[in-house]
């Protein structure tokens, strides 16, 4: 029991174990890996060793064999479970049980290392994407307004420095008002800029904003008619006009959806008429002014 197992009879074994460890390689990372047994190494030699009852060293598991060009020959046919070779070589049984222990942990160390290689070198991870695109754009919509008699369109919009509000042009006499006279002034609408857009547009007259301090107010009234052309909107001429506001306060709207607009870019001309009311305390009205009077058409676009 006390013979050695030689480095060449050892070779000679593992040969015979495994034919294929003499083989070359060309692919593969390069590394080597010793496990110290009965007191010397077999460079690339992967095993398990463990101890039986006999006090014999037993070498189990699966054999990877590197080639002298350090490539991976890959792993060996998996051996048979049990005991594949031993030596006749014995062992103290007095020796410290401390230094057997450590033994088992290098050897299990080194099996640990091997298959953690071997499963970084044999998987692999594949990746790939699937992109898409679009593009949005939005219905083309608008509502412009004309008060020159059709000559010029904008949106004036009065949330817009650069776009205000557009300014009436009334007849003659409406900066020197007297009790009793009328002043009217034409306004157009349309959907769009020339060529119509995406929907209808059902519009509202909103009563007019006006001025904290607005003194001249309360002694005017005002009418709107449609269908009433330009060259037609002169005061008391609005014949059989329909009047979406009849004779009201400046501070009083129309119906809901008074005026519809087509999406075809129809223009809907409107008169504005404005009333002075007879009265006579001149001590109450002469020479006052209303500030800046402001309506609005609120729109909506409609199918």
């Given at each position: 029991?006390?013979?050695?197992?030689?480095?060449?009879r050892?070779?000679?074994?593992?040969?015979?174990?495994?034919?294929?460890?003499?083989?070359?390689?060309?692919?593969?990372?390069?590394?080597?890996?010793?496990?110290?047994?009965?007191?010397w190494?077999?460079?690339?030699?992967?095993?398990?060793?463990?101890?039986?009852?006999?006090?014999?060293?037993?070498?189990?598991g699966?054999?990877?064999?590197?080639?002298?060009?350090?490539a991976?020959?890959?792993?060996?046919?998996?051996?048979?479970?049990?005991?594949?070779?031993?030596?006749?070589?014995?062992?103290?049984s007095?020796?410290d049980?401390?230094?057997?222990?450590?033994r088992k942990?290098?050897?299990?160390?080194?099996?640990g290392?091997?298959l953690?290689?071997?499963?970084?070198?044999?998987?692999?991870?594949?990746?790939?994407n699937?992109?898409?695109?679009?593009?949005?754009?939005?219905?083309?919509?608008?509502?412009q307004?004309?008060?020159?008699?059709?000559?010029?369109?904008?949106?004036?919009?009065?949330?817009?420095?650069?776009?205000?509000?557009?300014?009436?042009?009334?007849?003659?006499?409406?900066?020197?008002?007297?009790?009793g006279?009328?002043?009217?002034?034409?306004?157009?609408?349309?959907?769009?800029?020339?060529?119509g857009?995406e929907?209808?547009?059902?519009?509202?007259?909103?009563?007019?904003?006006?001025?904290?301090?607005?003194?001249?107010?309360?002694f005017?009234?005002?009418s709107?008619?449609?269908g009433?052309?330009?060259?037609?909107?002169?005061?008391?001429n609005?014949?059989?006009?329909?009047?979406?506001?009849?004779?009201?306060?400046?501070?009083?709207?129309?119906a809901?959806g008074?005026?519809?607009?087509?999406?075809?870019?129809?223009?809907e001309n409107?008169?504005?008429?404005?009333?002075?009311?007879?009265q006579?305390?001149?001590?109450?009205?002469?020479?006052?002014t209303?500030?800046p009077?402001?309506?609005?058409f609120?729109?909506?676009a409609?199918?």
């Amino acid at each position: 029991m006390s013979e050695s197992l030689s480095q060449s009879r050892f070779a000679a074994l593992l040969r015979r174990l495994v034919p294929s460890a003499g083989a070359e390689r060309s692919a593969g990372p390069s590394f080597s890996v010793s496990i110290i047994a009965s007191g010397w190494c077999y460079p690339g030699f992967r095993r398990m060793v463990t101890r039986n009852k006999e006090n014999v060293w037993n070498v189990t598991g699966h054999v990877w064999l590197y080639s002298s060009s350090a490539a991976i020959a890959g792993m060996a046919q998996r051996m048979e479970q049990g005991p594949v070779m031993t030596t006749d070589l014995s062992h103290d049984s007095e020796r410290d049980d401390r230094s057997v222990r450590r033994r088992k942990v290098r050897a299990l160390l080194a099996g640990g290392l091997v298959l953690g290689v071997g499963a970084a070198v044999t998987l692999a991870a594949w990746t790939d994407n699937v992109f898409g695109q679009a593009q949005f754009s939005a219905a083309d919509w608008n509502v412009q307004g004309s008060f020159d008699g059709g000559t010029t369109w904008a949106e004036y919009d009065n949330t817009d420095p650069l776009n205000p509000v557009g300014q009436f042009r009334f007849s003659d006499g409406f900066g020197k008002l007297s009790p009793g006279e009328s002043v009217a002034a034409p306004v157009a609408l349309r959907v769009g800029s020339g060529n119509g857009g995406e929907y209808d547009a059902s519009v509202t007259l909103l009563g007019a904003t006006l001025p904290a301090v607005s003194p001249l107010s309360d002694f005017l009234e005002y009418s709107v008619y449609t269908g009433v052309a330009p060259g037609d909107c002169t005061p008391l001429n609005m014949g059989g006009a329909t009047a979406i506001v009849d004779n009201q306060p400046l501070t009083q709207g129309s119906a809901g959806g008074a005026i519809e607009l087509l999406a075809d870019g129809t223009v809907e001309n409107l008169c504005f008429e404005v009333y002075f009311e007879q009265q006579t305390n001149a001590a109450a009205s002469a020479g006052i002014t209303t500030g800046p009077v402001v309506w609005q058409f609120a729109a909506t676009a409609v199918e």
